[in-house]
Antibody, heavy 118, light 111 residues
Framework: QLQLVQSGAEVKKPGASVKVSCKAS????????ISWVRQAPGQGIEWMGW????????NYAQKFEGRVTMTTDAATRTAYMELRSLRSDDTAVYYC???????????WGQGTTVSVSS | DIVMTQSPLSLPVTPGEPASISCRSS???????????LDWYLQKPGQSPQLLIY???NRASGVPDRFSGSGSGTDFTLQISRVEAEDVGVFYC????????FGQGTKLEIK
């Protein structure tokens, strides 16, 4: 079954880090990239970056450079997104999506809610 | 960074009537390979976004043919030939030329 299944909700304190996982099934994992986007409560969608599951190439949005790390594990068909130095405005739903390397994000995870609060 | 501007931001539509959403980019999305790197997505209430149109005018798998995308360069349009109740949600355009940016979203509601 073609799907991306993300890890569960997280609650973090400001300054902490969070690592969200995204497990793929139903397709050849290494033939695609994974994009990560987020959506703050009641807001639009913000693209965070992209990682190729084939060769590990990454392309991060400038806003997140230095604070985000995206990785993949081909053995477990899982992509990860780690965001560090969390602030309250990082509170959002984080989504992973399958990316054929030209946008066209055609398979999406269910979303992971990350809440940052002291 | 490329800025994506959608209009209108709110779109009340009577079922069965057509609807149109505009998306403009601050730079051309036409690649030298001839493709426009512009997608359209729909996020229904409480759901993850879903791909409707990719590379400007290609309908994604399973998307009803009442949805169509057109345009080139900096001006793009998503058209719905006959709006149905299930189309309620927020429509986003997104460019994918090197980095990606979403438009602000257009909320479609049924009159």
């Amino acid at each position: 079954q073609l799907q991306l299944v993300q890890s569960g909700a997280e609650v973090k304190k400001p300054g902490a880090s969070v690592k969200v996982s995204c497990k793929a099934s139903g397709y050849t994992f290494t033939s695609y990239a994974i994009s990560w986007v987020r959506q703050a409560p009641g807001q639009g969608i913000e693209w965070m970056g992209w990682i190729s599951a084939h060769n590990g190439n990454r392309n991060y949005a400038q806003k997140f450079e230095g604070r985000v790390t995206m990785t993949t594990d081909a053995a477990t068909r899982t992509a990860y997104m780690e965001l560090r130095s969390l602030r309250s405005d990082d509170t959002a739903v984080y989504y992973c999506a399958r990316d054929p390397d030209y946008g066209a994000l055609d398979v999406w995870g269910q979303g992971t809610t990350v809440s940052v609060s002291s | 960074d490329i800025v994506m501007t959608q209009s209108p931001l709110s779109l009340p539509v009577t079922p069965g009537e057509p609807a149109s959403i505009s998306c403009r980019s601050s730079q051309s999305l036409l690649h030298s390979n001839g493709y426009n790197y512009l997608d359209w997505y729909l996020q229904k209430p409480g759901q993850s976004p879903q791909l409707l149109i990719y590379l400007g005018s290609n309908r994604a798998s399973g998307v009803p043919d009442r949805f169509s995308g057109s345009g080139s360069g900096t001006d793009f349009t998503l058209q719905i030939s006959r709006v149905e109740a299930e189309d309620v949600g927020v429509f986003y355009c997104m460019h994918s030329l090197k980095s990606y940016t979403f438009g602000q979203g257009t909320k479609l509601e049924i009159k």
